[in-house]
């Protein structure tokens, strides 16, 4: 958990982050919020830069075909998974929609939770090189 006070980093041990974050929560603007999925959301939304590039990524999967999630899990990350759920996956406006997952691990969320309406590839990055996978998913 990284935040950034009077320009400097601040690093937050997990045992002090609650109480931190309580008692400094008006003068503190969030890096990243690792492995706290429940005030992630809010201090994205209480972040006006982070709020901006949320409803960009929300306006933009809405009208998408092709969505990409590199080596992210989302598992600390809900509020993504139900952006992508909702403007993605459920979203009937756009046909023929393709789901790539690039991650080394094959449980992800999404290849075990989702509607099968949609397409979806699994690339194993251990299984091929960097540009092999660009060239897969540029075809």
Not at 46 to 57: D, E
Not at 106 to 120: A, C, M, V
């Amino acid at each position: 958990k990284f935040f950034v006070y009077n320009t400097e980093e601040i690093k937050i041990k997990n045992t002090n982050f609650k109480k931190f974050i309580d008692e400094n929560e008006s003068i503190l603007e969030p890096i990243l919020i690792l492995n706290a999925p429940s005030l992630k959301e809010k201090q994205i939304k209480n972040f006006s830069l982070l709020k901006t590039y949320l409803y960009a990524f929300e306006k933009d999967l809405k009208k998408s075909n092709v969505l990409i999630i590199w080596g992210q899990s989302l598992e600390n990350d809900p509020h993504i998974k139900e952006i992508i759920e909702r403007k993605f996956i459920n979203n009937n406006e756009i046909i023929d929609k393709k789901l790539i997952i690039i991650d080394i691990n094959e449980n992800h969320y999404f290849l075990s939770n989702t509607d099968r309406r949609i397409s979806i590839e699994f690339i194993n990055p251990q299984e091929k090189g960097f540009i092999e996978i660009l060239r897969e998913i540029l075809n």
